[in-house]
């Protein structure tokens, strides 16, 4: 299970990996998410694996989680955005010169972004962004070394989150790379 073929060749490299391998049957799964979305994804394969169905059932789970897991995120500062090339120098400077605090969602396969002007415009964002997709069956906290703004952001939309324990998780730093420090979000499945 990789993330998302949009964001990532993994996924490719896997299914040619995968035809070669004959001793074993390999399943190449395409997350279509990223981040603690794959996570949830692995989880829930994991379990039904361990409670013995069968593999047409664990796809039937996947793919049906799949379409009700979001992730999303306020990005504090663009300039990592344009070390990685994923953004124009010039459109980063003049975007930080005005403040603008991106924002990346990620669902079925589809990455998309929205901007705002100012972090508290960004975590006001965000808050709306879970009043509109509530109630979940699972949420954790996602954030690149800013575990004091992810706390923060949880205290802002506690009534709406599960009663269970709500992770808050660094992301790992392969995405870190691309995003910089300071990003905070969540990563959901939305109920039935």
Same mark, same amino acid.
């Given at each position: 299970?990789?993330?998302? #073929?949009?964001?990532?060749? %993994? $996924?490719? !490299?896997?299914?040619?990996?995968?035809?070669?391998?004959?001793?074993?049957? !390999?399943?190449?799964?395409?997350?279509? /998410?990223?981040?603690?979305?794959?996570?949830?994804?692995? +989880?829930? #394969? #994991?379990?039904? *694996?361990?409670?013995?169905?069968?593999?047409?059932?664990?796809?039937?789970?996947?793919?049906?989680?799949?379409?009700?897991?979001?992730?999303?995120?306020?990005?504090?500062?663009? +300039?990592?955005? &344009?070390?990685?090339?994923?953004?124009?120098?010039?459109? *980063?400077?003049?975007?930080?010169?005005?403040? %603008?605090?991106?924002?990346?969602?990620?669902?079925?396969?589809?990455?998309?972004? /929205?901007?705002?002007?100012?972090?508290?415009?960004?975590?006001?964002?965000?808050?709306?962004?879970?009043?509109?997709?509530?109630?979940?069956? &699972? $949420?954790?906290? $996602?954030?690149?070394?800013?575990?004091?703004?992810?706390?923060?952001?949880?205290?802002?939309?506690? =009534?709406?989150? =599960?009663?269970?324990?709500? =992770?808050?998780?660094?992301?790992?730093?392969?995405?870190?790379?691309?995003?910089?420090?300071? #990003?905070?979000?969540?990563? !959901?499945? $939305?109920?039935?």
């Amino acid at each position: 299970m990789h993330i998302s #073929a949009e964001l990532s060749a %993994v $996924v490719d !490299v896997a299914r040619m990996a995968a035809r070669e391998v004959e001793s074993v049957p !390999v399943t190449v799964i395409d997350a279509q /998410q990223l981040s603690l979305g794959t996570g949830f994804l692995a +989880e829930t #394969a #994991a379990k039904a *694996a361990a409670e013995g169905r069968p593999k047409a059932e664990i796809m039937r789970l996947l793919d049906e989680q799949i379409e009700r897991t979001y992730v999303f995120a306020a990005l504090d500062t663009l +300039e990592f955005l &344009r070390r990685s090339g994923r953004l124009n120098g010039v459109i *980063a400077g003049i975007g930080s010169l005005l403040k %603008v605090k991106p924002i990346l969602h990620m669902h079925a396969g589809e990455a998309t972004s /929205q901007r705002v002007r100012t972090r508290e415009r960004a975590l006001t964002y965000l808050v709306d962004k879970m009043h509109a997709l509530e109630p979940f069956e &699972r $949420v954790a906290l $996602v954030h690149t070394h800013a575990p004091e703004r992810a706390e923060s952001l949880r205290q802002r939309v506690l =009534p709406l989150l =599960p009663k269970e324990e709500i =992770p808050s998780v660094d992301i790992t730093p392969v995405i870190g790379a691309h995003i910089g420090p300071g #990003a905070i979000g969540f990563a !959901v499945i $939305v109920c039935r």
